[in-house]
């Protein structure tokens, strides 16, 4: 029986709709959070797959394929920020962009998501990146390193003193 | 609530796509792979031509030998060209026939080769210098003659030439 990847490679479309259903939420999330608005994570989302379709007879070599669309995808999103210089400055996203709590009816989890979400704000780029990749991208430090180009103990000591930060900014808002 | 981070945040959920862009996006994939199926079917029609072309030249270049040696068998070789026929008449009238024929093969053998061209080069510039080489021998060994024969009446020139004699610039025609 032949992979994903191998179906990939052929050019099979249903393989890009199972690939599209196994990463695309998670990286729609990261895109979100990187360009700071659905509307450029749709359109980068959309160009990480046609340009996944364009080189799709690599894609058989390709061992990890989650990692892999993480890192065109990221690509891309650089690519999209370079040209709209504008949307760099806006790296903060809205809590109802990025988690379904936010819209939820129950008070709690609304505010739940805010906090998060302002949590999350307080991180530096590098450092949110990291958070994003592990909790709701679901890459381990190994495939975080290669989206990013990182080396992995460097990875680490991101999320490490991400979560630091996080852990007081949280003290400091809960007490 | 708890202050450590990490529970927390996986307690919530990513709002994820919409439906909406996933048709969206699979209905630019499909448009892409169909795209791309479009310039293969073309590649294989123009390496179908291409071959096609080159089949054609080999052809070609194949039938067109195939009759030259048709008609070498019905006709005998090929004739010489004028200016060869010329400039063998005269070696002959200042050296011998045997020469004049010699130079005649020589010249047929460079005329028709069946070798590539930078060998079909080199072969008719070791024939032009052969050429040059009984051209000149042939001319001391007359102007030699004529020196003693003239040498002997009364007025004559030292080294005089005959009218018979012509000169052919031979260092002109060879390559630098």
Known sequence: MQTL??????????????????????????????????????EVLQETFLRLVRQHRCLADVE?????VFMVARNEASRYAGRRARISERQKP????????????????REMADLVSAALATLNAEQREVVELKIYGGLT??????????????????????????????????? | MSPDPEPLLQRLTPRGSSADLRSRVLDRVSKELAAEAGPRWQRWCGLAVAAGLVLGIVSNVWISRRQERRLAELYGPMPLPAS???????????????????????YAAAYHPQFSLPEHIQHLETFLRDL?????????????????????????????????????????????
Request: aromatic share 8%; with cysteine; proline share 4%.
């Open chain 1, 141 to 175: 430090f190994r495939e975080i390193a290669v989206v990013t180009g990182v080396p992995l103990p460097t990875a680490a000591t991101r999320y490490r003193a991400a979560l630091e930060r996080l852990r007081g900014w949280l003290a400091r808002q809960l007490s």
């Open chain 1, 64 to 68: 990890n394929l989650a990692a892999y």
């Open chain 2, 132 to 176: 040059e080489t009984v051209w000149k021998e042939a001319h001391r060994e007359k102007t030699e003659g004529n020196s003693q024969t003239r040498a002997a009446w009364p007025g004559s020139v030292p080294g005089g030439r005959s009218d018979r004699e012509r000169y052919f610039d031979l260092d002109a025609w060879l390559p630098a």
């Open chain 1, 5 to 42: 990847a191998q179906r990939l490679a052929q050019g099979d479309h249903a393989a890009f709709a199972e690939l599209y259903d196994a990463c695309a939420d998670r990286c729609h999330h990261y895109l979100v959070a990187r360009l700071g608005s659905r509307d450029a994570a749709d």
């Open chain 2, 84 to 106: 060869v026929r010329e400039i063998a008449q005269t070696i002959e009238s200042v050296t011998d026939k045997q020469t004049a024929e010699w130079l005649e093969e020589r």
């Open chain 1, 94 to 109: 809205l809590a109802a962009d990025l988690f379904l709590e936010a819209k939820s009816e129950d008070p709690s989890r």
